[in-house]
């Protein structure tokens, strides 16, 4: 009986079709173009095992070896879940998940047998391959990602047709030509397929990690840390003429509180009725395109007259996105340069002269006398702006350390300072002098790119200024650094460091030299990832309707723009079927070896009747025409197995049309 049973659950269990070492080799380079980008965020060891599972398996097909053991793959994979959580202090989150997903996938390469682990291998590599897009989305990873694509779906049509014959390149060549099928249907829905602000799904919160950019609060060497960084943080197009470097101050945070060392913003919410100016002189129109920067707050020209949509402008005039900025977002903006403001309310009043109850006392003494000796408050602030010019301060990146009273260190002992020093050594003498004032962080000039005819913003440009309340004015912009080194704002950065070297390549803005060359072509570059980012990255709803109204389509909505989907979509559907339909015979030698057979056989009074399938034709052939049987047997045998049957192969094609020829010979005698 247990023989009996054992060859019944033999019998039951259907044995599965080993995965070819043709379809494996292309599996396993597959694998390896997708986790190759993730070697940068990987620990070492994590690298070394994926390799390692990698060449083994390789070496198992090529040499025909066993498989590990099972006991050593759960040994294995319970040794690298503990690497990465001991790694990552979770098994959560981008980074440990995807530490933990190439380690399952080298670990599922070690028992990978049949077609149904290929196919599990498969879709492990495409998770791998869209996990890079959560570290960059630039066109040149977009550009590889795409090629490991391909190389997968090569694999992937060698596990599912694992008898077509397809041998060297001819799996790249047939995805290459489905891949080329589908761009129109790609393009059509990339168009017109409904966006929705937002993304359609939450990411962990590290997914967000490493962005640079500028932060809510502000203390001694935190914007000239920053300024290290040639990164983009965002590029602007104007509708016209560019205004003077004087004028491009991009607003971001505003810092009210100061605790003696830290300027930090209010937890300002965007009023329900936007702020209210006194626009003096013509508007500047722009589009701005912000990197993702996981923060909130937008950039613009002082002062933004226009609100982005799902975006808001507080009582300090900053702009507020509903949602963190973690995708390229690009919005439509308009600024006056001149303004006059309103009145302040007495909350306002108050947090403008906010001070700590102690701490630098000179400074304080100072102010005291100013505002003693001096009535007006502009009379105030040019004694503060000709203590920086007239006295021996130093613009510089790398100042010294600033004691506890840091206001007092810098104003009477080192001198030496970046833009956060000076701004905030600025506003703490108008407040302690009796003038309201506030801090405001943001970027200051940018770098045209002529190809592109655009500007770039990058980090290096962060800088920090002050706004002073005047009765007669409002909110008025005070750059101290000016009054130091006003080449920081005529000319940029670049200009104003006595040491450029210290600044990254692409800040060094002074004209040419010896790598010119080098920043031209940085600058080109820039302009291929400024059109990706717009028009591919930054392409969400509000770009979308712009975008199809500018073509003609007028106001659209959803409703509109699915029905205009679908019809592209089955205009184009029915097209391609009529045109396969109608090329099919004359291009798959299969049906034009056989629709030569028939047409033969007609000719002789043998027409294939509609009803009769190929086999059955043959044999009444055959029964009629005795010394033809043999050959007209084997073509309606290989015909059914070429165009009904499971496998076949290109040389099952060649052979048919030789019979076919042969027998066109035969009968022509």
Not at 57 to 75: D, E, K
Not at 172 to 191: E, T, Y
Not at 342 to 364: D, I, K, S
Not at 382 to 388: I, K, R, T, V
């Amino acid at each position: 009986m247990r023989w009996i049973w054992k060859n019944r659950s033999e019998r039951a269990k259907p044995s599965e079709e080993p995965l070819s070492p043709l379809a494996l080799t292309w599996l396993l380079a597959a694998l390896v173009l997708a986790a190759m980008p993730h070697v940068a965020e990987l620990p070492v060891w994590l690298s070394v095992l994926f390799a390692a599972g990698a060449g083994w398996r390789g070496f198992i097909a090529l040499r025909g070896q066993s498989l590990p053991p099972r006991w050593l793959l759960l040994a294995l994979a319970l040794l690298a879940g503990a690497g990465v959580l001991i790694d990552y202090r979770t098994l959560f989150g981008r980074d440990a998940g995807v530490a933990l997903m190439v380690a399952m996938t080298a670990c599922k390469l070690l028992e990978t047998r049949g077609l149904r682990d290929g196919v599990v291998l498969v879709f492990l590599g495409y998770l791998l391959v869209m996990s890079n897009l959560l570290y960059s989305q630039e066109i040149l990873m977009a550009l590889y990602l795409f090629t490991a694509v391909l190389v997968m779906l090569a694999a992937q049509v060698l596990i599912h047709r694992p008898h077509a014959g397809l041998r060297g390149l001819a799996p790249l060549r047939l995805v290459g030509g489905m891949v080329l099928q589908a761009i129109p249907v790609m393009l059509v829905l990339f168009i017109l397929f409904p966006r929705i602000p937002g993304p359609l799904w939450g990411l962990p919160k590290d997914a967000y990690q490493g962005r640079t950019g500028l932060s809510d609060e502000m203390m001694p060497g935190t914007v000239s840390e920053l300024v290290r960084s040639d990164a983009v943080a965002f590029r602007a197009r104007f509708a016209g003429v560019a205004p003077p470097p004087n004028q491009r101050y991009w607003r971001g945070p505003i810092l009210w509180r100061f605790d003696g060392r830290r300027w930090t913003r209010l937890d300002e919410l965007p009023a329900n009725t936007p702020a209210t100016f006194v626009p003096e002189g013509a508007a500047v129109d722009y589009s701005v395109i912000l990197e993702p920067s996981n923060r909130r707050w937008l950039f613009a020209l002082d002062l933004p007259a226009s609100i982005p949509p799902r975006a808001g402008m507080t009582a300090s005039f900053q702009l507020l996105r509903d949602q963190p900025v973690n995708e390229v977002y690009r919005y439509e903006m308009r600024s006056f340069p001149n303004y006059r403001t309103g009145e302040l309310t007495a909350a306002e009043w108050q947090r403008g002269l906010q001070l700590p109850a102690r701490g630098n006392p000179r400074a304080r003494t100072l102010a005291a006398q100013w505002s003693e000796h001096m009535t007006r408050p502009e009379d105030r602030i040019g004694a503060a702006l000709a203590l920086f010019r007239e006295q021996a301060f130093y613009y510089t990146l790398t100042p010294q350390l600033l004691g506890i009273d840091s206001v007092d260190d810098f104003l009477f002992r080192t001198r030496q300072g970046f833009c956060e020093h000076y701004a905030s050594a600025f506003v703490f003498l108008m407040r302690a002098a009796g003038v309201p004032a506030r801090v405001v962080t943001g970027y200051q000039g940018g770098e045209t790119n002529d190809l592109g005819g655009y500007f770039i913003v990058r980090q290096s440009d962060a800088h920090a200024w002050a706004e002073v309340w005047l009765a007669e004015r409002g909110w008025v912009r005070v750059d101290p650094t000016a009054a130091v080194a006003p080449g920081r704002v005529r000319e940029g950065l670049y200009a104003a460091v006595a040491d450029p070297g210290l600044l990254p390549f692409l800040a060094r803005r002074g004209g040419g030299g010896e790598y010119e060359w080098l920043r031209q072509l940085a600058l080109s570059w820039d302009t291929l990832n400024n059109g990706w980012n717009e028009w591919v990255l930054a392409y969400g709803p509000d770009r979308q309707k712009e975008f199809l109204s500018g073509l003609g389509f007028g106001p659209v909505d959803w409703a509109e723009m699915t029905v205009a989907m679908t019809v592209a979509l089955g205009g184009f559907g029915l097209l391609v079927a009529g045109w396969r339909w109608r090329k099919r015979g004359a291009r798959d030698p299969v049906t034009r070896a056989w629709q030569r057979f028939c047409a033969r056989l007609a000719r002789r009074g043998l027409a294939r009747g509609p009803h009769e399938g190929p086999l059955d034709f043959t044999e009444r052939v055959a029964a009629s025409r005795p010394e033809l049987a043999a050959p007209v047997r084997e073509i309606g045998r290989l015909y059914a197995i070429l165009r009904y049957g499971p496998t076949g192969s290109p040389a099952d094609v060649r052979q048919l049309r030789r019979l076919v020829w042969r027998f066109r010979v035969q009968t022509s005698r």
